[in-house]
């Protein structure tokens, strides 16, 4: 499969703070992912000011075996999403990660996809929407 085709949306959000995100493409819906079954190192009191932008958090998720876990339920989910859309031709995709704040686990889960998808050489729109909100990005 060839991802050059594709434009995908990735975003990460907050469920306290905000609400799903539109599907920009207009198709009406997107995939959303809840990071909220992740351990949050934002309970933490040493990463509780940080985000998952910060390399000492990054790190700490990467270590943490619900991570890969979860990332690999992820990954699974989005390979057979863009295959199947490849099938009939559908070249525009979304996938939002959600968690408690929308500072930690969203924005590292949705920085990992958005980096495997341009590694593999797909169009990626990314956004932190509860970052921008807040004055981080």
């Known amino acids: 499969m060839d991802l050059k085709k594709f434009t995908v949306y990735v975003a990460s959000f907050s469920y306290n703070y905000g609400q799903i995100p539109v599907d920009p493409f ?24 940080y985000t998952g932008l910060q ?3 990054v790190e700490w998720l990467e270590n943490h075996p619900s991570t ?11 390979e057979t999403a863009l295959q199947l859309s490849d099938l009939k031709g559908a070249y ?7 968690c408690t704040g ?23 729109i990314l956004e932190h929407i509860q970052l921008k909100k807040i004055g981080l990005l």
């Open 102 to 124: 929308g500072r930690h686990r969203s924005v590292y889960f949705a920085n990992k996809l958005s980096d495997w998808l341009n590694e593999k050489g797909a169009t990626v």
């Open 92 to 98: 525009e995709k979304s996938f939002c990660f959600g």
């Open 26 to 49: 207009g198709h009406g819906g997107g995939f959303v992912f809840d990071c909220r079954v992740v351990f949050n190192p934002g309970r933490l009191p040493e990463y509780s000011d």
């Open 68 to 78: 890969a876990l979860f990332w690999n339920s992820v990954i699974n989910t989005v």
């Open 55 to 57: 390399k000492s958090v």
